[in-house]
Each structure stands twice: as C-alpha cells, then as structure tokens.
C-alpha cells in the first residue's frame, strides 16, 4: 500500500503519551497511529469478521461432522 506523509500539531502531553504507548507496544509512533485510526474506523474488525466467515464456510462440513449435525437435521428429536 502506498503510504503518504500526514502532518499534525498535537500537544506535548500528548506526543509523550503517544510516543510512550508507541515504545510500550514495540512499534513506531508512525504504526501506533495508523492502528489506532484502522481500530477507530472498523477496518480490522471488518478484516476478522471476513477472515473467521472465510473460516468457517471452508470447514462447515468438518464441524457439522463432528458435532454429528448436517444442517436441517441439528433439530431433529428435539421437542
């Protein structure tokens, strides 16, 4: 992905917050932000709802197997 430079004027409390939480993670101040913005607009959310239904459509059948239910037939004899 193609990066691009986004100036800002913050406070000094705040760039020391920043640049602490930044080393306490083990990242960049630069990544610190970047996950903050994705985390604030859903896009790693939307990428691990998308990831665990990719998940689970590909093993459906292994689960309805072990779990000995295919489909309909899960409420069968219940009732």
Known sequence: MAKTQLNVRVDEGTARAARERALARGVSVNRYIEELVRQDTGEAGHAFVEAAAD????????????S???????????G
């Open 55 to 66: 998940f689970m459509k590909q093993y459906e059948a292994v689960f309805a197997e072990d």
């Open 68 to 78: 000995g239910t295919d489909g309909d037939r899960r409420h069968e004899g219940r």
